[in-house]
């Protein structure tokens, strides 16, 4: 399996931009073939190291992932996210 987990830090944190980023993340659930799990989760420590964010996906393999980066409906998820973020970071690694 293939896990995908990107944190994004919001440009401006509050409720209407967490709203938004949170229900364009989530909105993927279903529409990807490839995608076998996601999971969306807000930061409660507010530390000044902590990202707003987080995605965690699940795939059976690279070729999964690779499927969903281009994916039609993931493009637009993209855009938003990046005009809601300053930055995020990824990490993504083979687990069993």
């Known amino acids: 399996m293939v896990k995908h987990i990107v944190m994004f830090k919001l440009k401006e944190n509050n409720p209407e931009n967490l709203d938004l980023a949170v229900s364009t993340l989530r909105g993927l659930d279903g529409k990807i073939e490839t995608l076998r799990l ?19 996906t699940h795939f059976d ?32 690694y083979l687990t069993e």
């Open 38 to 56: 996601i999971e969306v989760g807000l930061d409660f420590n507010k530390s000044e190291r902590a990202y707003d964010i987080v995605l965690t």
């Open 61 to 92: 393999d690279e070729t999964g992932l690779a499927a969903y980066a281009s994916h039609p409906n993931h493009l637009p998820v993209i855009d938003t996210m990046r005009s809601l973020c300053s930055s995020s970071i990824v990490v993504d």
